[in-house]
Every structure is written in C-alpha cells, then in structure tokens.
C-alpha cells in the first residue's frame, strides 16, 4: 500500500491500494492534478482533499479498501478536509452501491475516469453528479503526465491495458475492459522520459504482459518491444504478469542473451491439478506448464521465477492439493504468492458446486506458504557467499545503520530486501555486494569496492 500526499488551499493526500497497475493508474492522477496545481502532503489531516484509489480483486482486498475509505472519512470530521473522492476498481464495480451507503464520500470515479477529476475539484459545488462510471476504455501515452511514486531509480511502465482472457476465478476483464496494447514507439518514448528522470531500473506491467502487441496492426510481440526497449540504457528490465502461453526459441534467447533484460519472469500459473486448470479456464495444462518451465529454466542461466497460485478453488481436493504442492516442490519457484480463493459474483467460478470450506482453505493456505518459506530459504543459502550487483535504494526503515537495495533477482514492493551492514555504497547506484547472511526472504551483505 502507497501513501501519497501534499501546500495551502490545493494540498492533497493520495492513498493507493492494490497492484503496480494501480499505481501507475494513481501516478497518472497526480500528473494530472500536479499540472493543474495541487500539491502533495504528508498526512491526511493536512489535506484539503483526500482520494483513495481502491482495489475490488478479490474479498479481502475489498475490505481493507472500505475500511481505508471509512478510516480516511473521519478526517472530514477532525482535519481540513473537505472532499473525499474514491477511485479505481471498487467505484467502477461497485459505484452505486456505494454512492447509497456512503454519504461521506463526495464522488465516485470508475477506472476510465481519471480525466474528470481536476474539473470535479475545481468545481465549489458538490451536488452535482456524484458517480462517475463509464464502460472502460482509458490508455495512457507517453504524453499522459504522470508522477513516478515507486522509487526515484525505479519506475513502472505499463504496456496495455485490459485483459481477454476469460479465466473463471477473475472479475478484472469486466473492470478494465478488453485488451488495449500501446505502440513501441509510444512506449520507447515514455522510457526514454524515465531515462532523463534517472530511472535505471525499467519494469513491465499489463494485466497480461505476454498479450502484449496482438490487438495492434502488424502484431508486434513482446520480444520485439524489448529488443527496442533493451538497446535503451537501462540497468534492468523487468518483466511482471506474463500470462503463460507459448514463449518462442527467440523470446527466450533474448532474456537469455542481453545483460539488461533482468533474468525474472513472473508468470502465475493458479494451480498445478488438471481439474482444476480447465474449472479455472486458463487453456493450458500442468504438462505445458511444467515443459515450459523447464524450458526457460534450462536456457535462462540463474533464472528467477516468480508465480502466483490459487488454494481452494470450488471443488478443490486434498488430492488436487498434494498435486499442487507436489508441482512447487518439484518447479522449486524463487518467489511465490498465494491466494485463498476468494468467491466474486459476476464470475463463471461464483456459480460453481463444491466451495471449499473457509476453515480448509485457510489450512491449506498455510500449508502451501510453510512449503514455499523452505523453499525459498533454500535459495537464499545458495547466495550466501556470492558477490551480486544490488541497486542501492536508500537507508533501512529498521536502522540508520543500514542500506537497504535489491539484486537482479527482487522485484520492488514484492520481494525480499537485501541489507547491507558494512563498506561503502551510494544510494542510487548499482555496487557489488557479498552476500554474508540469509534469512528466508531477505539477504544480509557487505558492499565490495570495484576493486574488491
């Protein structure tokens, strides 16, 4: 979760839940509302205006979303605030609703409205029109101002918006519309904007990075975009979401060959039971799954994989579990997230038999991240000893006495931390660290000086 905030009659406090795609979504508001004068403040008691751009994935991101809204009202009653505005995915989802059970707040603005927000704020008179929904179509360019909030050498770029795919479980195609791909030369523009901000770091996001250029005329592919954007002097280049589907010999000899393409892919697979795959709709069976990992594991020296998984999927059996902890023991996934099945009306799984009890769920949950942290603490160890280049992002919030940076391997704001508690580094630059200690997420080293 990202605070944002800003001076006199125009002060602002943003606060942005959810996925890296809303915070892109959450940068372009703030460049939009910067170019029209608002500044941004650190608290929500100094603001004039509070918003709160919200996520309506799945269950308890809805909930931690109302109580943000709910917790940030009371600001109206004991700060300056005198407009609180909620965006994103539960205004366009659940908008009308909302606007009947929440008088506190002052308007309501779906995923695609982003440019109705500076007019409704400079207008004095709040009985207008509260509710701001349309059917979703938004795609920013190069030219969209936006504010990077991620770190000031680290910076998203979304390639596309909207997803096509009609996996079961999964409400965002409804929230975000179908799939809208930007142009390589929009995009290149906006990287090199990035590059002139001090960006070293690059990383890709869409709803489904590997979709990318198959709505455009001639079809560009994700291959060919980061054969342009690597020739860009980038440190890394990241890839996050890649749906899996068929990655070809070239895709694969690119990541493979070209230094600043970070050896990361993070590619959600849900689940690892055959059953389940095709309850879930993704079009794909474990046999892929696993031939393709093996694949990349096998051409992609020092690969990091990241997945995400889901647990307790309607008619989910403790057999289809085994298999899928068999399947992550067996891939042996750097990085792993796990959610618990989270049942959502206006899905294909909503209506299905067979929920699994919350209590099974939970248990299963817990069982699946025990296995995970082993895992996981067992590559750490397999650094302990090496020397990695890490991006130097500034002191550690639990000490002074700490640099805190990530290697190759760590994606921000999702991953583990290397500290770095002896030599000499400067925050923003890439140095060699030896890593001297490993815990089961994080990474404890010592800077090297080039000559080291």
């Not at 999927?313 to 796990?338: C, N, V």
């Amino acid at each position: 979760m990202t605070e944002l905030i800003s001076s006199q009659d125009k002060t602002l406090f943003l606060c942005t839940l959810g996925c890296p795609k809303n915070q892109v979504d959450s940068e372009i508001l703030l460049g939009a509302l910067k170019a029209d004068g608002w500044h941004f403040v650190r608290s929500a008691e100094q603001a004039r205006v509070i918003l709160v751009n919200t996520c309506a994935f799945i269950g308890p991101a809805k909930e931690e979303s109302v109580d943000k809204i709910l917790e940030l009202a009371q600001y109206k009653k004991q700060g300056c605030c005198d407009t609180l505005v909620v965006l994103g995915c539960l205004a366009q989802r659940y908008g009308e609703v909302l606007a009947g059970q929440m008088p506190e707040v002052d308007y309501f603005l779906g995923t695609s409205s982003v440019a109705q927000l500076a007019p409704l704020l400079a207008q004095k008179d709040k009985r207008q029109k509260r509710l701001h929904v349309q059917e979703p179509h938004f795609l920013q360019t190069a030219q969209t101002p936006r504010v990077n909030t991620l770190s000031p050498y680290s910076a998203y770029l979304k390639i596309a918006e909207g997803c096509d795919n009609a996996c079961s479980f999964c409400i965002i195609p409804k929230l975000r519309g179908p799939s809208r791909s930007r142009s390589v030369a929009d995009l290149l523009c906006e990287a090199e904007n990035l590059l002139k901000e001090g960006v070293k770091e690059l990383i890709l996001v869409a709803q489904d990075t590997t979709a990318y250029g198959m709505d455009l005329p001639g079809k560009p592919k994700l291959e060919h975009l980061l054969a342009k954007l690597s020739q860009l002097p980038f440190s890394w280049i990241r890839l996050l979401y890649a749906y899996p589907r068929v990655l070809s010999p070239s895709f694969i000899r690119l990541m493979a060959d070209t230094p600043n393409i970070a050896r990361y892919v993070d590619m959600p697979t849900q689940h690892a039971s055959d059953t389940l795959l095709r309850a879930m709709k993704r079009g794909r069976d474990s046999a892929f799954l696993k031939a393709m990992l093996a694949e990349l594991r096998k051409e992609i020296p020092n690969l990091v994989l990241r997945t995400s998984v889901i647990v307790g999927f309607p008619g989910e059996t403790e057999e289809d579990f085994q298999t899928l902890l068999r399947f992550i023991e067996e891939i042996r996934f750097e990085r792993l997230g796990a959610f618990v099945y989270s049942d959502e009306e206006g899905t294909a799984s909503f209506l299905l038999p067979n929920k699994v009890p919350s209590k099974i769920k939970n248990q299963r949950h817990k069982k699946l991240m025990l296995a995970q942290q082993r895992i996981h603490k067992a590559h750490n160890l397999q650094l302990v000893g090496q020397t990695l280049p890490v991006l130097v992002e500034g002191r550690s919030e639990e000490s002074e006495h700490l640099l805190v940076g990530r290697h190759e391997g760590q994606a921000p704001e999702i991953d583990g931390l290397v500290y770095i508690n002896d030599g000499e580094a400067q925050v923003g630059d890439i140095c060699p660290v030896q890593i001297t200690q490993a815990f089961e997420y994080d990474l404890l080293g010592c800077a090297q000086s080039p000559a080291t």
